[in-house]
């Protein structure tokens, strides 16, 4: 995902791979500010088992985010969904199937005190080796 290809958006941008095979099968951005929640819900629940998720946030990913959606990234092995907020960056990667937290995750929580950008948080990386598949 990069701006050069023009494939990212307010909000968060998923991509969903197959994990067997590591073929990217759909990409997608979601408006959580001013966007359809119901957008995400759907696309959240056809995931399908053993598909590698991948989320990224630019500027909100949380205002219209409810308990349901929340509930749905708990399950894919978020840790941190339940504390994302406005303007937070966060950085996620889990599978649908997956019986634990994943480890590859990472949030800087949006505070006005503690901002490298004026009003943003600094920017996040994520490295690592994931496994084809995910337990």
């Not at 959606?69 to 092995?77: D, I, P, S």
């Not at 800087?108 to 901002?115: A, G, L, Q, S, Y």
């Amino acid at each position: 995902m990069s701006s050069v290809k023009n494939n990212i958006g307010r909000g968060l941008n998923i991509a969903l791979v197959n994990g067997t095979s590591g073929q990217l099968l759909k990409a997608d951005i979601f408006d959580m500010y001013s966007g359809d929640i119901n957008k995400l819900d759907t696309f959240l629940q056809d995931i399908k088992r053993g598909t590698i998720v991948l989320a990224a946030s630019y500027d909100d990913p949380a205002t219209k985010m409810n308990d349901k959606v929340r509930a749905q990234f708990v399950e894919l092995g978020s840790s941190h969904v339940n504390n994302l907020g406005f303007r937070d960056n966060w950085v996620f990667l889990g599978a649908k199937g997956l019986k634990n937290k994943s480890p590859f995750e990472e949030l800087i929580k949006n505070d006005r005190k503690t901002n490298k950008y004026d009003g943003w948080p600094e920017m996040l990386e994520l490295e690592g080796c994931a496994p084809r598949k995910m337990d």
